[in-house]
């Protein structure tokens, strides 16, 4: 079901994506799939992102960033402060946002992902131009 939200999301069905997205979600909670959970809120919060709706994608996104941290699982940790990042650019909050951001470059450099680590910087960066 989630890899059904994503293709909805892609083609702009942000409708679908969701409902698909919510099943996935409700699965991962029934199997108590941790980072099943912490995947799809990650994925709502990307919905809500793009239909401007900030608080609603901030609130996933931090439901995320809280089991991802639980686990341990710095990807998803480095993905969901990415995220967080971009809302508080959106906000206008830009020292937030780069403190947010460093910290997932950080986290990126950290498990050797060097295109995320490329991408963040080029966020971070574009804050001073």
């Known amino acids: 079901f989630g890899n059904l939200g994503l293709i909805e999301r892609t083609r702009g069905n942000l409708g679908s994506a969701e409902a698909y997205m919510k099943l996935a979600l409700a699965f991962s909670e029934e199997l108590k799939y941790k980072e099943g959970m912490a995947i799809q809120l990650g994925n709502l919060g990307?919905?809500?992102?793009?239909?401007?709706?900030?608080?609603?994608?901030?609130?996933?996104?931090?439901?995320?960033?809280?089991i991802d941290k639980e686990l341990d699982r710095k990807e998803g940790m480095a993905c969901d402060l990415g995220n967080l990042g971009l809302i508080e650019r959106t906000r206008g909050n830009l020292e937030e946002a780069r403190g947010l951001w460093v910290r997932a470059r950080d986290l990126f450099v950290e498990i050797g992902m060097p295109q995320m680590v490329e991408k963040t910087q080029a966020w971070i960066d574009g804050l001073d131009g």
């Open 46 to 66: 990307s919905i809500e992102y793009m239909r401007k709706n900030l608080e609603g994608a901030e609130a996933y996104h931090k439901r995320a960033w809280a």
